[in-house]
Nanobody, 123 residues
């Protein structure tokens, strides 16, 4: 079992930055690929970014490429999402997820999910 707790969300003006954190319980954190997803009101949950268990491989949605950076610290059981140049369309509830299959953009391949942290970007 892996429990995930997100933090770092908040209200920020367009063009600003936030760093989300996701703390994981359990000693097997380093064996999981990690992903960030987001869900805006009235929309489906969508992929944002993913990172391999080693941290070597990353992949981003086109909508955030060049603005967001995913990273992880296996010694701290934590994955991060640095978000720069935020836009109002980035407003959503952000979730982190852990997957034993490997890095993926598909929600169904993630085994564990956090409760989410709200990010609101004002124009």
């Amino acid at each position: 079992q892996v429990q995930l707790v997100e933090s770092g969300g908040g209200l920020v003006q367009a063009g600003g930055s936030l760093r989300l954190s996701c703390a994981a319980s359990g000693r097997t954190f380093s064996s999981y690929a990690m992903g960030w997803f987001r869900q805006a009101p009235g929309k489906e949950r969508e992929f944002v970014a993913t990172i391999s268990w080693s941290g070597i491989s990353t992949y981003y949605a086109d909508s955030v490429k060049g603005r967001f950076t995913i990273s992880r610290d296996n010694a701290k059981n934590t994955v991060y999402l640095q978000m720069n140049s935020l836009k109002p369309e980035d407003t959503a509830l952000y979730y982190c997820a852990a997957g034993s299959y490997g890095s993926s953009t598909a929600r169904r391949l993630y085994d564990y999910w956090g409760q989410g942290t709200q990010v609101t970007v004002s124009s």
